[in-house]
Protein backbone atom coordinates (compact mmCIF):
# COMPACT_ATOMS: atom_id res chain seq x y z
CA UNK A 1 0.00 0.00 0.00
CA UNK A 2 3.12 2.37 0.75
CA UNK A 3 3.61 2.01 -3.11
CA UNK A 4 0.16 3.25 -3.89
CA UNK A 5 -0.08 5.91 -1.56
CA UNK A 6 3.69 7.40 -2.75
CA UNK A 7 1.79 7.53 -6.26
CA UNK A 8 -1.03 9.38 -5.07
CA UNK A 9 1.44 11.87 -3.28
CA UNK A 10 3.59 11.94 -6.25
CA UNK A 11 0.08 12.76 -8.71
CA UNK A 12 -1.57 15.30 -5.77
CA UNK A 13 2.22 17.09 -5.68
CA UNK A 14 2.68 17.36 -9.55
CA UNK A 15 -0.64 18.27 -10.70
CA UNK A 16 -1.16 20.65 -7.57
CA UNK A 17 -3.88 18.77 -6.14
CA UNK A 18 -5.36 18.33 -2.95
CA UNK A 19 -7.63 15.37 -2.25
CA UNK A 20 -9.81 14.45 0.68
CA UNK A 21 -12.29 11.30 2.03
CA UNK A 22 -15.28 10.36 3.21
CA UNK A 23 -15.51 7.21 5.42
CA UNK A 24 -18.03 4.68 6.64
CA UNK A 25 -17.21 1.48 6.70
CA UNK A 26 -13.81 1.94 6.95
CA UNK A 27 -13.96 4.10 10.34
CA UNK A 28 -10.69 6.33 9.32
CA UNK A 29 -8.59 3.97 7.51
CA UNK A 30 -8.44 5.42 4.59
CA UNK A 31 -7.44 8.59 5.60
CA UNK A 32 -4.58 7.29 7.99
CA UNK A 33 -2.94 4.94 4.99
CA UNK A 34 -3.01 8.42 3.03
CA UNK A 35 -1.27 10.65 6.18
CA UNK A 36 1.55 7.47 6.32
CA UNK A 37 2.87 9.72 3.44
CA UNK A 38 5.44 12.24 4.65
CA UNK A 39 4.24 15.86 4.11
CA UNK A 40 0.78 15.04 2.86
CA UNK A 41 -0.65 17.69 4.86
CA UNK A 42 0.58 19.64 1.23
CA UNK A 43 -1.88 17.46 -1.03
CA UNK A 44 -4.28 15.79 1.51
CA UNK A 45 -7.14 17.85 3.15
CA UNK A 46 -8.74 15.69 5.50
CA UNK A 47 -11.31 13.67 5.77
CA UNK A 48 -15.03 12.74 7.56
CA UNK A 49 -15.75 9.38 9.43
CA UNK A 50 -19.70 8.81 8.62
CA UNK A 51 -20.50 5.95 10.16
CA UNK A 52 -24.09 7.34 11.01
CA UNK A 53 -26.45 8.16 8.45
CA UNK A 54 -27.56 11.17 10.73
CA UNK A 55 -23.61 12.43 10.07
CA UNK A 56 -24.02 11.39 6.34
CA UNK A 57 -26.99 13.87 6.06
CA UNK A 58 -26.00 16.93 8.18
CA UNK A 59 -21.80 17.10 7.38
CA UNK A 60 -21.83 15.31 4.08
CA UNK A 61 -25.28 16.70 2.74
CA UNK A 62 -26.53 13.02 1.45
CA UNK A 63 -30.32 12.90 1.30
CA UNK A 64 -32.28 11.31 3.69
CA UNK A 65 -34.50 10.19 0.79
CA UNK A 66 -31.91 8.59 -1.02
CA UNK A 67 -30.50 6.91 2.02
CA UNK A 68 -34.00 5.76 2.91
CA UNK A 69 -34.65 4.66 -1.13
CA UNK A 70 -31.18 3.13 -1.60
CA UNK A 71 -29.54 2.42 1.67
CA UNK A 72 -25.92 3.29 3.51
CA UNK A 73 -24.61 0.84 0.74
CA UNK A 74 -25.14 2.02 -2.43
CA UNK A 75 -23.76 3.68 -5.94
CA UNK A 76 -26.33 6.87 -4.88
CA UNK A 77 -24.95 7.17 -1.29
CA UNK A 78 -21.26 6.58 -1.73
CA UNK A 79 -21.56 9.23 -4.83
CA UNK A 80 -23.55 11.60 -2.67
CA UNK A 81 -20.69 10.74 0.37
CA UNK A 82 -17.63 11.71 -2.50
CA UNK A 83 -19.61 14.86 -3.63
CA UNK A 84 -20.56 15.93 -0.19
CA UNK A 85 -16.68 15.62 1.10
CA UNK A 86 -15.34 17.52 -2.21
CA UNK A 87 -17.63 20.18 -1.32
CA UNK A 88 -16.86 20.64 2.19
CA UNK A 89 -13.31 20.06 1.74
CA UNK A 90 -12.57 21.94 -0.81
CA UNK A 91 -10.68 19.69 -2.27
CA UNK A 92 -10.00 18.91 -6.15
CA UNK A 93 -10.91 14.92 -6.17
CA UNK A 94 -12.80 13.38 -2.86
CA UNK A 95 -13.39 9.17 -2.45
CA UNK A 96 -15.62 7.75 -0.31
CA UNK A 97 -16.50 4.40 1.13
CA UNK A 98 -19.34 2.43 2.63
CA UNK A 99 -20.45 -1.04 3.19
CA UNK A 100 -21.05 -4.18 5.31
CA UNK A 101 -17.87 -5.33 7.12
CA UNK A 102 -19.82 -7.73 9.30
CA UNK A 103 -20.51 -9.52 11.33
CA UNK A 104 -24.29 -8.83 9.88
CA UNK A 105 -25.72 -8.77 6.14
CA UNK A 106 -28.81 -9.06 4.34
CA UNK A 107 -30.28 -10.56 1.58
CA UNK A 108 -29.54 -7.64 -0.43
CA UNK A 109 -26.12 -6.59 1.01
CA UNK A 110 -24.36 -9.69 1.90
CA UNK A 111 -20.96 -8.96 4.31
CA UNK A 112 -18.23 -7.67 1.90
CA UNK A 113 -20.34 -5.63 0.04
CA UNK A 114 -18.41 -2.19 -0.19
CA UNK A 115 -19.64 0.05 -2.50
CA UNK A 116 -16.42 2.97 -3.34
CA UNK A 117 -17.63 6.59 -4.75
CA UNK A 118 -15.13 9.36 -6.22
CA UNK A 119 -15.70 12.73 -7.20
CA UNK A 120 -13.60 15.13 -9.06
CA UNK A 121 -14.10 17.79 -12.01
CA UNK A 122 -14.83 15.24 -14.48
CA UNK A 123 -17.86 13.42 -12.69
CA UNK A 124 -18.61 11.45 -9.63
CA UNK A 125 -18.86 7.64 -9.66
CA UNK A 126 -19.36 4.72 -7.92
CA UNK A 127 -18.45 1.13 -7.93
CA UNK A 128 -19.78 -2.05 -5.79
CA UNK A 129 -17.54 -4.71 -4.93
CA UNK A 130 -17.48 -7.52 -2.81
CA UNK A 131 -15.05 -8.72 -0.53
CA UNK A 132 -14.26 -11.97 1.88
CA UNK A 133 -12.89 -12.69 4.93
CA UNK A 134 -13.17 -11.16 8.90
CA UNK A 135 -14.09 -7.93 9.34
CA UNK A 136 -10.69 -6.90 9.57
CA UNK A 137 -9.71 -8.32 6.30
CA UNK A 138 -13.38 -6.77 4.39
CA UNK A 139 -12.14 -3.30 5.77
CA UNK A 140 -8.45 -3.26 4.80
CA UNK A 141 -10.00 -4.78 1.37
CA UNK A 142 -12.07 -1.96 1.19
CA UNK A 143 -9.07 0.68 2.31
CA UNK A 144 -7.27 -0.78 -0.63
CA UNK A 145 -9.81 0.01 -2.93
CA UNK A 146 -10.93 3.47 -1.80
CA UNK A 147 -7.04 3.91 -2.80
CA UNK A 148 -6.67 2.51 -6.01
CA UNK A 149 -9.82 4.65 -7.06
CA UNK A 150 -8.07 7.53 -5.97
CA UNK A 151 -5.37 6.98 -7.33
CA UNK A 152 -7.58 5.93 -11.20
CA UNK A 153 -9.20 9.08 -10.83
CA UNK A 154 -5.85 11.08 -10.37
CA UNK A 155 -4.47 9.49 -13.50
CA UNK A 156 -7.10 10.82 -15.75
Request: glycine fraction near 12%; aromatic fraction near 2%.
Given at each position: ????????????????L???????????L??????E????????????V????A?K???????A????????????????M?????????????????G??????D?V?P???????????????????????????????????????L??????
Amino acid sequence: MDALVNRIAARCLARGLRVGVAESCTGGLVAAALTEAPGASAWFAGGVVSYADAVKIAVLGVSAEALERHGAVSAETARAMAAGARRLLGVDVAVSVTGLAGPAGDEVHPVGTVVVGVASSAGTVAEERHFTGSRAEVRAQACAAALAALDAALEA
